[in-house]
């Protein structure tokens, strides 16, 4: 998606570093022994460290093609316009769409907006879809939206897209999910299906998406 050389990864870390925060507020609300709890922190620590990795790499990649003299262009860019004590008023450009800020997202799930075409999102103006990589995943699969090109042309949508590291659904899905130092297994809620979701695995399927 438009997050490729690294939105992506910067929204992990985000939705990871939130999940580290979240969860040892909820220790009174889960049954879960604490040890489970450690573990999702852990995942949490472990997604941000991989990111982390992945970006840097990423940056140093496009820095040594930068001085060998190849044209390289921004993923993202990012400038304030106006501010007003701690409010302020942006503009955010990503590879497809040139965005304001602050501005409100709806959520495409799965690619899609109930009862909503992309031409009538596009009348409303809308500047960003949400989409979950979790359930992007499990339906139809991101293996087959990177066949047909990415989510943008799956859902035939020409502005800005977001995508989730999948990390949410540690919280959302607990029920139907195991906790491991290597990563988190879910249980589908569609058919039951097992998807071992880690944070390399995290970072591949929203370069596919």
């Known amino acids: 998606c438009d997050y490729r050389i690294g939105t ?3 929204c992990m870390l985000q939705t990871c570093s939130h999940s580290c925060v979240i969860i040892p507020s909820l220790r009174n609300t889960f049954s879960r022994s604490s040890i489970a709890l450690h573990r999702r922190s852990s995942f949490c620590e472990s997604s941000f460290l991989t990111g982390r990795k992945s970006l840097s790499s990423t940056l140093n990649t496009m820095s040594m093609e930068a001085n060998k003299g190849a044209e ?16 302020r008023r ?5 590879p497809h769409f040139t965005c304001d800020t602050p501005m409100f997202m709806p959520v495409g799930t799965y690619g899609a907006l109930k009862g ?10 809308c500047h960003v879809i ?5 359930h992007l995943g499990q339906r139809p699969s991101t293996d087959l939206i990177d066949r047909m090109g990415g989510l943008h042309k799956f859902m035939n949508w020409q502005r800005g897209i977001l ?26 809620p569609a058919d039951g299906s097992m ?3 880690t944070p390399e695995r995290s970072i591949q399927m929203q370069n596919e998406i």
């Open 195 to 197: 998807m071992l979701l």
């Open 8 to 10: 992506a990864v910067l």
């Open 116 to 125: 909503v075409t992309t031409d009538i999102l596009e009348q409303l103006d």
């Open 163 to 188: 995508t989730d590291s999948g990390g949410f659904q540690m919280v959302s899905l607990l029920a139907l999910a195991e906790i491991t130092e290597e990563g988190v297994t879910f249980q589908s």
């Open 90 to 94: 942006s503009k955010l450009t990503l």
């Open 130 to 134: 949400l989409g979950n990589t979790y």
């Open 72 to 87: 390289m262009k921004s993923a993202l860019s990012w400038k304030v316009l106006s501010e007003c004590g701690p409010a």
